[in-house]
């Protein structure tokens, strides 16, 4: 079965600060999504990623996919209070309607 | 903005008993899934469902569960006769394109606490 590796499993870092969070598969990836969840809450989708090598951002979080389509790095730039929270990957084992698996999640904490 | 709603948000049931988890997807989407989240633990997978039957769900998914699509708008999740560990997170999620190409959109969960 698939597995997703997240690193760290926790962040701890100062307001202002950049901050990155990997998530490797033993075996290629058709999909990699990117969610956060706070405590006890649900999941919010932050990004999608298909392609070898694709880059997105949304505000300052950038997400990327590497070329063997088995790692993928989520960056925040200048970290927030807002950002604290779990972030979670998931992954698409192919195209069809499979669900996805995620990995245990990485657990941010900003402070101020 | 469209959202995809579960409830109750909170269940406190005795072991043994009857739970029905309730979701509400997204109008126009055709596939549904059921995750749960034990505390502290991985999202983990239990169903899909399309064109009113399951098309996938994983070891945890035993016969003590169920799922239905009753009428056109509602999606459950039934667990016949909870165990202690059924205490979880339960999320529901729906998407609306047929491959893993479009957002997969979650419910803010019901927790379920068995004692």
């Known amino acids: 079965s698939q597995e997703l590796e997240q690193s760290p499993q926790s962040l701890i870092v100062q307001e202002g600060k950049n901050l990155t969070i990997n998530c490797t598969s033993s075996?290629?990836?058709?999909?990699l999504y990117w969610y956060k969840q706070k405590y006890g809450e649900g999941l919010i989708f932050l990004m999608m990623?298909?392609?070898?090598?694709e880059e997105k951002s949304h505000e300052k979080i950038t997400a990327k996919l590497d070329e063997k389509k088995q790692q993928s790095s989520l960056h925040i730039t200048a970290s927030q209070p807002s950002h604290a929270g779990i972030y979670l990957c998931?992954?698409?084992?192919?195209?069809?309607?499979?669900?996805?698996?995620f990995g245990k999640g990485t657990r941010l904490s900003v402070i101020a | 903005e469209p959202e995809v709603t579960q409830t109750p948000s909170h269940q406190v049931t005795q072991m043994g008993q009857e739970v029905i988890l309730r979701c509400v997807p997204i109008?126009?989407?055709?596939?549904f899934y059921w995750y749960r989240q034990i505390l502290g633990q991985k999202v983990e997978f239990l169903v899909s469902?399309?064109?009113?039957?399951?098309?996938?769900k994983s070891e945890i998914f035993d016969d003590q569960f169920s799922v239905e699509r009753p009428d056109g708008s509602n999606f459950t999740l039934k667990i016949r006769s909870t165990k202690l560990e059924d205490s979880a997170m339960y999320f529901c999620?729906?998407?609306?394109?047929?491959?893993?190409?479009?957002?997969?959109?979650f419910g803010e969960g019901s927790r379920l606490t068995v004692l």
């Open positions: 469902f399309y064109n009113n039957e399951i098309s996938e």
């Open positions: 998931g992954a698409a084992k192919n195209s069809g309607n499979t669900p996805l698996v």
């Open positions: 999620a729906s998407r609306g394109t047929a491959a893993n190409t479009g957002e997969l959109f």
């Open positions: 075996k290629t990836l058709y999909g």
């Open positions: 109008s126009n989407h055709l596939y």
């Open positions: 990623l298909q392609k070898g090598g």
